[in-house]
C-alpha cells in the first residue's frame, strides 16, 4: 500500500519503536499519523496527533477504534518485557503481564481494527514481533513465549484477512536500541533502521520483515535448533548467567534479544 496519503495509528507511539515509526510515517506523507500512548502527553513528534490508548482496557480500545475510524494502517508497536525467567522468576506476575500486552492486547486490537481497515479498502496490519518469536532465552523465557504466541496469532489473522485485502507485516529484530534493552551490552539495531525497513514492507506488500543478520540467520536455523541455536543458549545459561540461580552479577551476559 501506499504510506503517502494513509492513514495511519502507531501504538505505543511516546518512546522507541513506535515513535520512529510515527516519524517514518510523517516523513513519508502520511495524511494523518495517530500516535497512541497511555500517556497521550508522551506523543511529541511534530505532525502526530496523540491519541489516548492502553490496549490492555477493552473500553480504551472500542474507544480508539471509533475515534480512529478513517484508519487504514495500523501498527501494534506497544509491548513489554519483564526479564522473567519461566521458572526461576519469584511469581508468575511478568508472564501474566506479557501475555496480556503482547498476545492478547495485541489480538484484541486487530479485532477492533478489522472492520475498520475493511471499510477502508483493506489496508494494512502490522506486528511488531522479535527474534524470540522463534526461540526461547530462560532470561526472558515468558516475553518469548508471548511473542511466539503473537507470532502464530499474526500469521492466522492474515489468513482470515486475506479476504478483505489487508497486507498483515510480521516484525522480527534482535536488539533495538530503545528503554526495552537498555540493560542489554550487545549490538543493538537503530529503531530508525528497524521502522524505514517497516515502512518499506508496507509499500513493497512483504509479509514479513527480518530486520538484522542476527534475526535472518535464527530464521534460516529453525529446522536445526536444537543444534544451532540452542547450545549456545544453554552454555550462557550454565556459565554464569546473573538471572540463572545462583548467578553472579556481572557475569556473562545472557543475550535475551
Ligand atoms: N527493544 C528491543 O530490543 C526489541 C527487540 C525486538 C522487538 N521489540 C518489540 O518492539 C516493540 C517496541 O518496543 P521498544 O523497543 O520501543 O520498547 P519500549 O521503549 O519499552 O517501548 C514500549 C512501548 O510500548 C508501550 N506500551 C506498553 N504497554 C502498553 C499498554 N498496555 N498500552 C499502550 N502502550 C503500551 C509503552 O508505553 P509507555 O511509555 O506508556 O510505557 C512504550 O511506548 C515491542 O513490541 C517490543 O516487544 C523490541
Not at 495509528?9 to 520512529?20: C, E, M, N, P, S
Not at 513519508?28 to 502526530?48: C, L, N
Not at 482470515?160 to 536488539?175: D, K, M, N, R, S
Request: proline fraction near 5%; charged fraction near 20%.
Amino acid at each position: 500500500m501506499r504510506i503517502e496519503d494513509s492513514v495511519a495509528l502507531v501504538t505505543g507511539a511516546g518512546r522507541g519503536l513506535g515513535r520512529a515509526l510515527a516519524h517514518g510515517l510523517v516523513e513519508r506523507g502520511a495524511r494523518i499519523v495517530y500516535g497512541a500512548a497511555r500517556d497521550p502527553a508522551a506523543v511529541t513528534e511534530r505532525g502526530v496527533v496523540p491519541v489516548t490508548l492502553d490496549i490492555t482496557d477493552p473500553g480504551s480500545v472500542a474507544r480508539v477504534a471509533e475515534q480512529c475510524r478513517d484508519a487504514d494502517l495500523l501498527v501494534n508497536n506497544a509491548g513489554v518485557m519483564t526479564f522473567s525467567p519461566l521458572i526461576g522468576a519469584p511469581t508468575l506476575d511478568g508472564a501474566r503481564l506479557e501475555m496480556q500486552t503482547n498476545y492478547f492486547a495485541t489480538l484484541a486490537m486487530c479485532r477492533a481494527f478489522a472492520p475498520v481497515l475493511a471499510a477502508n479498502g483493506g489496508g494494512a496490519l502490522v506486528n511488531v514481533l522479535s527474534i524470540v518469536s522463534w526461540f526461547t532465552n530462560p532470561v526472558n523465557g515468558t516475553y518469548g513465549a508471548s511473542k511466539a504466541a503473537e507470532w502464530a496469532m499474526t500469521n492466522g489473522i492474515r489468513i482470515e484477512l486475506a479476504a478483505q485485502g489487508t497486507l498483515v507485516v510480521a516484525v522480527h529484530a534482535g536488539f533495538i536500541d530503545t528503554d526495552m534493552a537498555a540493560r542489554i551490552d550487545a549490538p543493538k539495531i537503530s529503531p530508525a533502521d528497524v521502522a524505514g525497513q517497516v515502512l518499506d514492507a508496507v509499500e513493497a506488500g512483504q509479509i514479513e520483515v527480518l530486520a538484522d543478520e542476527r534475526t535472518r540467520q535464527v530464521k534460516a536455523s529453525l529446522s536445526r535448533d536444537h543444534e544451532l541455536i540452542y547450545p549456545a543458549v544453554q552454555a550462557r545459561w550454565d556459565t554464569d548467567h546473573p538471572m540463572r540461580p545462583g548467578g553472579q552479577p556481572g557475569g556473562a551476559d545472557g543475550a535475551p534479544e
